[in-house]
């Protein structure tokens, strides 16, 4: 790289051992010198950084592109593919190598569930999770069977390539693990053009550790991609970068890794109002005016469950009001406000706990279990991460389940019975 234009820097390449015997060790960027917040670790020119404007030669073909059926992962993907058959031809020979080297491993040297296999994916049962691998897989598939479009479409790139048309020349798991391996090392850079945003950035990651809970961010500054350091590091010490506000989930989907210390965590609970309800119009106009929606997403954050339950109540009254003249009482009212009766809200509070408790029934462990899972030091690498991921779930489900109690113990009447309404709310 340096013979390339890479000026010199304040990094040096270290490897850790693979947790499986077969494949090569982890390489990661670790300080070569004692270094303070605000030092530039590394400045990368524009020349060695892959792009779409750079892949395409031409901003409004990526533009085009990445606003029709293709991502900018599946196009850049593409390219490194044909590259890579180029072998030691390809001026990014030394950075494929790396990436093949990688194999789209995080920290943990764990690949993206989007790898993994049936019975891997098993062990993310119960977590939401799982049906997102499998919906993003969907989705890779869906890109696969579009990525002819490019060389049609951009035809005087591919004309150096003596080789078939993309779904001739790479079979669809050769894709996939290119968009995985893409996917867990892409940069997304901040304040430049469309088809400069999704950067490949040799120094970058993998080779850099993702940490929730770091403010440093590779930059794009005056012709190349710099990193400055936010905290000090002694000679030899692992240079972490922020990753952005993900929550776990989308962690071990992008990059492998769960970070115990996210504060950016969160699941999901998904309320909807009643499509079978005579009232359902004009509770659908109650919802739109306060902000929500038919099918409304509340995100809970870690930490935040008691807030987040608070914030559940107003939308889950207005699907258990059933009378018409307090659906108009509601409706002239300028807030959220429903009429609450003692037996409303027993039963908006019950439907809560049943709700917690039904998740938190359809992990195969306990958290109890995942404790002891995770105390094992031999313990498979991947089921460790997805383990760790099902506990936090399990953790935050917990709370909110505790919230929940709380506030039907506060209640001043545990006589009073659970009002029966014909079109209550749903809860996926």
């Known amino acids: 790289m340096h013979e390339n234009g890479l000026p010199p820097c304040k990094v040096v390449l270290k490897e850790r051992p693979s947790h499986h015997e077969q494949h090569k060790a982890i390489h990661y960027i670790a300080a070569s010198e004692d270094l303070q917040a605000g030092d530039v670790a ?29 991502s900018e992962l599946a196009c850049l993907a593409l390219y490194l593919m044909y590259e890579k058959k180029q072998g030691k031809k390809s001026f990014w020979y030394p950075y494929i190598r790396e990436l093949d080297r990688q194999r789209g491993r995080g920290q943990l040297a764990v690949e993206s569930p989007l790898l993994w296999s049936e019975s891997e994916l098993a062990y993310l049962t119960g977590s939401p999770t799982k049906a997102e691998v499998l ?6 598939k869906r890109e696969y069977n579009e990525l002819d479009t490019v060389w049609f479409m951009a035809g005087s790139l591919f004309q150096q390539y003596p080789y078939d048309i993309p779904t001739e020349a ?13 996917q867990s090392c892409v940069v997304h850079l901040q304040k430049v053009s469309l088809a400069r ?64 210390d996210n504060s950016y965590d969160r ?10 309800d005579p009232q359902y119009q004009d509770k659908r106009m109650v919802a739109q005016r306060n902000g929500k929606l038919t099918v409304q997403k509340f995100h809970v954050s870690v930490g935040k469950e008691r807030e987040a339950v608070s914030d559940m109540l107003p939308y889950l009254r207005l699907g258990y009001v059933s009378d018409p003249s307090e659906m108009q009482s509601v409706i002239s009212s300028q807030g959220p406000i429903c009429p609450v009766s003692p037996c409303m809200e027993r039963a908006v509070l019950d439907q809560l706990v049943d709700y917690f408790e039904r998740r938190l029934a359809g992990y195969p462990t306990t958290m109890s279990e995942d404790e002891c899972l995770l105390a094992d ?30 506030l039907i113990n506060q209640l001043p009447d545990h006589t009073v019975s659970p009002c029966p309404a014909p079109y209550t709310p749903l809860l996926k």
Not at 170 to 182: G, L, N
Not at 267 to 276: C, F, G, K, S
């Open 197 to 260: 945003r999704f950067a490949l950035v040799p120094l970058g990651p993998p080779l850099l550790a993702y940490r929730s809970n770091c403010k440093a961010m590779l930059a794009a500054v005056d012709g190349s991609v710099q990193l400055v350091v936010d905290r000090p590091y002694k000679a030899g010490e692992s240079i972490v970068v922020w990753c952005g506000p993900q929550p776990n989930s989308k962690l071990l989907l992008n990059y492998g890794f769960v970070d115990e």
């Open 135 to 140: 919906e993003r897989a969907e989705g890779i």
């Open 377 to 406: 030091s031999n313990l498979n690498p991947k089921k460790l991460v997805a383990t760790q991921l099902v506990r936090l779930e399990k953790k935050m489900l917990n709370a909110c389940l505790k919230a929940t109690v709380d």
């Open 267 to 276: 699941i999901v609970v998904e309320a909807a109002l009643n499509t079978e």
């Open 42 to 70: 590394f400045s990368v020119p524009d020349s060695l950084v892959v792009t779409l404007e750079r892949v395409l030669g031409n901003e409004t073909i990526a533009e085009l592109l990445t606003t029709n059926k293709l």
């Open 170 to 182: 790479f079979p669809f798991e050769i894709f996939k693990q290119a968009f995985v391996a893409i």
